[in-house]
């Protein structure tokens, strides 16, 4: 075959151009793992201080002052910002717009503030974002799997899987993960079992008091659900500086 006769060939369609069946993808040939921090490790006598970064999130538009808008308390105003730059940002606001004066002057109980100063967080600032201060929380959406073989240890494994549901019924919309899909057949698995305990303490088969018929359906649950729903996983981070035991101080 030559030169033209293989160019002919690929604008026909005659000669595949990649693998149709995707089987000799590069990508796929070896494993990906998520990317993970180090988590803090607990144990018996050990003495640290934890640095936790902290955010200024509002509740309202400071814009505005109103939260009927974009920004509320389900989706707050945090700008990707330090603290000190977005106070600063956020008092020269609140010396042109009343409202969210006002708003802010309400929620920390000042009954004054002075907003000349529009160069540094006074004392008086502080006390006026106080209420709008929070620890920087990361949400990821996951699914705990138990299976031993995936997971790899006895407790289980989060795994970062995006189901979209319907706000108002919960429904899952378009293509049920596989994940959830395990769920669902061991979450049914555990309620035949849980059915066939209640129908045999019903008709005096097995004797049970509630407490013991509640524990024990937690127990069938807890043994036979191997793979969670979703449901959402909260990460903080934070710098671990170790102290000095005699001193109780940093080292």
Not at 9 to 16: D, L, P, Q, S, W
Not at 129 to 147: M, R
Not at 219 to 226: A, C, M, N
Request: aromatic share 6%.
């Amino acid at each position: 075959m030559n030169l033209e006769e293989f160019k002919r060939k690929m604008a026909t369609g005659e000669i595949a151009l990649g693998s149709a069946l995707k089987m000799r993808n590069e990508s796929a040939q070896s494993k990906t793992r998520a990317k993970t921090y180090r988590r803090i490790e607990r144990k018996q006598g050990k003495m640290a201080k934890l640095l936790i970064p902290k955010e200024i999130a509002l509740d309202f538009d400071p814009r505005t002052g109103d939260d009927s808008g974009e920004f509320n308390a389900e989706n707050k105003f945090r700008p990707v910002a330090s603290a000190t730059t977005l106070a600063l940002a956020i008092k020269a606001m609140a010396k042109e717009i009343p409202a969210t004066r006002d708003r802010i002057m309400q929620r920390s109980g000042l009954t004054s503030w002075d907003l000349s100063d529009l160069e540094h967080v006074t004392e008086e600032d502080k006390i006026a974002f106080a209420p709008y201060i929070y620890p920087q929380i990361f949400t990821l959406p996951t699914i705990n799997v138990k299976l031993k073989g995936i997971s790899q240890n006895a407790w289980g494994r989060d795994f970062i899987v995006r189901v979209n549901r319907d706000p108002i019924t919960g429904h899952v919309i378009g293509e049920t993960p596989t994940l959830l899909q395990a769920n669902y057949l061991y979450s049914a698995m555990a309620r035949e079992e849980v059915a066939v305990l209640e129908e045999s303490v019903k008709n005096g088969t097995v004797t049970l008091t509630e407490e013991q018929l509640n524990d024990k359906k937690r127990s069938i649950y807890s043994g036979r659900v191997h793979v969670s729903s979703d449901r959402a996983s909260n990460y903080i981070r934070c710098v671990e500086l170790p102290l000095d035991p005699a001193t109780c101080s940093v080292d």
